[in-house]
């Protein structure tokens, strides 16, 4: 069942990775403007903090959450389409209104999957190669976006992306039955957990505002792969070597656990996303260290993410928690991209600089919020 769970949330995922890249290749050479194709990605991601309360509270109801797994990732690779099919014929204003839409179904691809993960006794383990998922599709994704962009077109990139979801489709619908959890709560249950508990609380305070950070990185790459290296798609590759990096990373990790707790590598991991930021806005080949430390710091950060999740949510709520924690994760990302957009417009350096300030915003709120010991607590 591990394998099944893991071959579909490889191939959802990977198309994720490579539909935001594509995305904003997509809007820059239909309109030339960053901003336009900022607005884009961040239409797609910024409705996540909708959908994911509303996906996490059916799918913790659900009797066969696997085949409403399929159903979502469906209605999302439709979405996608339809931009590819309208971006450039009709207005702009309605494809980022189409995105909005489409992202409310993006939820499914991360909280969702990761909700129904089978874990036993080695919860670690297990936690470490489902966040090396993640780092597969962070390798792939980009990459395939950026080698097919440039040989076959931006459109064709983002269909690929729109593939790969509905290769995931056949997984995601054999996953095997739940206990629907029939209590009376609410979709904003997700949000009550997430506040009630505060190593819940304070890994998605530091997590959403690190990935403010994050979203202003991404939109940026284009952008430095024009001024550095005389093309966009060869900034957007800069992304693979983030994602070899946070594969090393998690690998090692899947090896040899983390041991300490997972509140702690959090912390670590944001500050060192913020270093990285500060490095890229150095001139030269700064950006190529910059983009490896910048993996070093997103994959170990998500499997502590993910470890803090599994060990706080309360069984009732799980789909609720994971899928209102990454949809609050994926709106700081679309918070990013959105202020990223008009700032690298009139200077990437900038940018990076605010990106990197926030980074360390995002840690000092996690050590604001750190648990007192029981030594304090007296």
């Known amino acids: 069942m591990l ?86 014929h009709v207005p702009t204003a309605a494809v980022v209104a189409l995105a909005v839409l489409t992202g409310l179904f993006n939820p499914a691809i991360a909280g969702g999957w990761t909700a129904q993960l089978p874990h036993g006794r080695d919860l670690s383990r297990t936690t470490a190669l489902d966040a090396l998922t993640y780092s597969f599709a962070s390798l792939t994704g980009p990459a395939f976006a950026a080698l097919i962009a440039g040989w076959l077109g931006a459109g064709t990139a983002l269909a690929t992306a729109v593939g790969l979801v509905v290769l995931a489709l056949p997984s995601a619908w054999s996953l095997p039955a739940g206990t629907p959890h029939t209590g009376k709560t609410s979709w904003t249950a997700g949000f009550t957990a997430i506040f009630a508990h505060r190593p819940l609380l304070r890994a998605t305070v530091a997590s959403t505002v690190s990935y403010v950070g994050v979203g202003m990185f991404v939109v940026c790459l284009p952008l430095i ?75 170990p950060q998500l499997v502590a993410l993910m470890g803090i999740r599994h060990r706080e949510a309360p069984t ?50 996690g050590l604001a919020l750190r648990t007192p010991s029981p030594a304090r607590a007296a």
């Open 316 to 365: 009732a709520l799980r789909g609720r928690v994971f899928t209102t924690g990454a949809s609050l994760k994926v709106t700081g990302f679309a918070l990013g991209s959105a202020l990223a957009g008009p700032l690298a417009g009139h200077s990437v350096t900038m940018c990076l600089w605010v990106a990197a300030a926030i980074g360390l915003v995002a840690g000092a709120s």
């Open 3 to 88: 394998s099944r769970y893991l071959a579909g949330a490889t191939a959802a995922r990977t198309g994720d990775e490579m539909s935001g890249p594509a995305l904003l290749l997509l809007g820059l050479a239909a309109t030339g403007s960053p901003v336009t194709a900022s607005a884009l990605l961040a239409g797609l991601t910024a409705s996540s903090a909708i959908g994911g309360p509303v996906f996490g509270t059916v799918l913790d109801r659900s009797r066969r959450p696997g085949r409403l797994l399929a159903v979502t990732l469906a209605a999302y690779a439709l979405g996608l389409s339809a931009i590819v099919a309208t971006l450039g």
């Open 225 to 299: 792969g024009e001024q550095r290296f005389g093309a966009a798609t060869l900034g957007t590759l800069l992304l693979t070597v983030v994602a070899v990096a946070s594969l090393l990373a998690n690998g090692f990790l899947a090896r040899k656990p983390w041991p300490w707790r997972p509140d702690t590598l959090l912390l670590c991991s944001t500050f060192v996303l913020a270093a990285s930021y500060a490095l890229a806005a150095l001139p030269g080949p700064a950006i190529v260290f910059a983009a490896a430390l910048s993996g070093i710091g997103e994959g």
